[in-house]
């Protein structure tokens, strides 16, 4: 099946969240809550809840029961956290989910390889919808969260792509958090969070032995005409920074934008950090940079010194804190 590229599909969600609204407060009501009499049955712990996500304020009275997930890496957000059981579908893999979750995704029926139509979406009667990019509550397609609210359904969009400073790990800790409260597992939240942040403590400690200054890095997601690469407002700038490096285009004001290649031959990178998602190889994405003259002088390129990334570690997910670990390495001198 054809599929479209990534950076074209990521240039406008890029663009489109910029138009989102961006209040990111987040507040939980009482966990002893007054039974309301209109609902016939006995509160849940933790609930009501509120949320404020993106500018879209919701109160839920009980966790989701059909919730419907439109990214990898929110999927493996909601496998973390065990609750497949409450997934009616899933939709568009970046590539492999993770080993430990293969038996858990495959008990959840796929809506659609890419995104599901807006029709598709609403047969599965899902009410939870989770999107991991802007694009997945595309308005061309009538999938808009005002589109999906008015159909009965509630929605999430993950953090990276409303936030008005750079994403960070507490983002990543937030998002984890905010949806296992949602569903009513925040213990779950919690046990990873810990975890997670000794991950990335352990990384930064053995780091921080080598006393080395921070590599110059540049991330090359795709393009020809010119380079797609990461800005410094995504957590893929977060990552390469606790990992050891220096992204070179972090003043790009966004998580993914373009840059032109006699601005990478100028920041002379280091080491350039490819993301291996889709059609595209990492062998075939390595060979256009090996053989563009242009490109023959860049510290890069002349050495050899590639690292790869698979592009759902780089994103607002569970995979983060690993990703430092597994990307430091690659980038020591």
């Known amino acids: 099946m054809s599929r479209q590229p990534r950076s074209t599909r990521r240039r406008a969600f890029v663009a489109a969240t910029a138009l989102l609204p961006l209040a990111l407060t987040a507040t939980a009501c009482s966990t002893h809550p007054s039974p309301d009499p209109k609902a016939g049955r006995a509160p849940v712990a933790g609930f009501p809840y509120t949320v404020d996500n993106c500018g879209v304020k919701t109160t839920y009275q009980a966790p989701p029961k059909r919730a419907v997930t439109m990214n990898q890496h929110v ?3 909601m496998l973390e956290l065990g609750l497949e059981k409450s997934l009616v579908g ?4 970046d590539d492999q989910v993770l080993p430990r979750y293969r038996e858990a995704y495959e008990s959840i029926p796929v809506a659609a390889k890419e995104y599901p139509s807006k029709e598709k979406l609403l047969s599965l009667n899902p009410d939870f919808v989770y999107g991991g990019y802007g694009s997945a509550f595309d308005a061309k397609d009538g999938r808009t969260r ?3 609210k008015k159909a009965g359904i509630e929605t999430r969009l993950n953090l990276e792509y ?9 983002d990543v800790y937030r998002e984890v958090d905010e949806v296992a409260r949602t569903f009513g597992v925040g213990d779950r939240a919690q046990k990873w969070i810990a975890g997670a942040r000794a991950t990335v403590a352990r990384t930064e400690a053995d780091r921080a032995k080598a006393k080395t200054a921070p590599v110059p890095v540049f991330v090359y997601d795709s393009g020809d005409k010119t ?3 990461v800005g410094g407002k995504g957590i893929g700038n977060e990552l390469i920074t606790r990992a050891g490096g220096h992204n070179v285009f972090s003043d790009i004001d966004k998580s993914f ?3 032109s290649w006699e ?19 990492v062998e075939q994405k390595k060979q256009r940079l090996l053989k ?8 890069a390129v002349k050495n050899k010194k590639f690292a790869v990334l698979p592009l759902s570690d780089a994103v607002v997910g569970v995979r983060a804190p690993d990703a430092i670990a597994k990307l430091a390495p690659q980038l020591a001198r």
């Open 227 to 229: 380079a797609f690469t």
């Open 257 to 259: 934008g373009d840059a």
């Open 75 to 77: 999927t493996e957000i």
């Open 292 to 299: 563009d003259p242009a490109l023959k002088d860049v510290p």
């Open 263 to 281: 601005q990478v031959v100028a920041r002379k990178p280091e080491v350039i950090v490819i993301y291996d998602y889709g059609a595209t190889t």
């Open 146 to 148: 005002e589109d999906l």
């Open 162 to 170: 409303c936030t008005r400073q750079r994403t960070s790990m507490d």
């Open 90 to 93: 899933t939709a568009f893999l």
